[in-house]
């Protein structure tokens, strides 16, 4: 079965760096790799996705994600963290339709002025 | 209109109450979704709704009982709940099965 590790469960970056949040998948064929993201109390939006092709994944709000089949990894970055950017994140993978999908513990990410 | 609408936002009831929650997207998805997340954890499927049909329960109580009235609609029904039930309920959809979640707010709901 699909699984996903986060192993950072806090992390705490200074506004104005760059940041680097952890996901590794295990996944028997192919995965379809997420990263969302949750402000409290609020419902999740989806940063980014990996499907096929160039593995280097561009998303909304300057996040990117590079998938790295090798290392069963799909880290999620940023060149400069903004204040908004305090939430959790959610790493998930699937296979070909979202019944599969399993989520990651998340990462909450604390922003420093 | 690209929002997934979930009613009420907040929902405190007591163990032997009857209530249910309501999700409502108007974006021509053909699937929806029932995810249960407990505080600090993430989201657990519950239910998936493939074009109006009930394609998957992950094994959830019988006490949480979903309806699909029509595409645009999904309600989760509840009864007899207990305590440890409290969570937020979070409803998604998408175009097809296996494309991008759409993610509503959720219901923060509190069993006494």
């Known amino acids: 079965a699909q699984s996903v590790t986060q192993p950072d469960i806090h992390i705490t970056v200074s506004e104005g760096a760059s940041l680097e949040l952890r996901c590794n998948y295990s996944?028997?064929?192919?995965?379809?790799l997420f990263w969302y993201v949750q402000s409290p109390g609020q419902g999740l939006q989806l940063l980014l996705k990996?499907?096929?092709?160039?593995?280097l994944v561009q998303g909304i709000k300057g996040f990117e994600a590079e998938f790295k089949r090798s290392q069963s990894s799909f880290n999620l970055r940023k060149p400069s963290v903004h204040w908004s950017d305090a939430a959790e994140y959610f790493c998930?993978?699937?296979?070909?339709?979202?019944?599969?999908?399993?989520f990651g513990a998340g990462t909450r990410l604390t922003v420093k002025p | 209109d690209t929002e997934v609408t979930q009613t009420p936002k907040h929902l405190v009831m007591g163990m032997t109450n009857k209530k249910s929650l309501k999700c409502e997207q108007h974006?021509?998805?053909?699937?929806m979704y029932w995810y249960k997340q407990k505080a600090k954890k993430p989201p657990e499927l519950m239910f998936v709704?493939?074009?109006?049909?009930?394609?998957i329960n992950e094994s959830v109580p019988s006490r949480f009982s979903p309806e699909c009235p029509n595409s645009s609609l999904l309600n989760l029904h509840l009864h007899a709940l207990q305590p440890e039930d409290s969570a937020l309920y979070l409803c998604?959809?998408?175009?097809?099965?296996?494309?991008?979640?759409?993610f509503g707010s959720g219901t923060q709901l509190s069993v006494l």
């Open positions: 998604a959809s998408s175009r097809v099965p296996n494309e991008k979640l759409f």
């Open positions: 996944y028997g064929a192919t995965p379809y």
């Open positions: 990996y499907f096929s092709g160039d593995t």
């Open positions: 998930a993978v699937g296979g070909y339709n979202n019944n599969d999908m399993r």
């Open positions: 974006m021509g998805h053909r699937a």
């Open positions: 709704y493939s074009y109006e049909k009930l394609s």
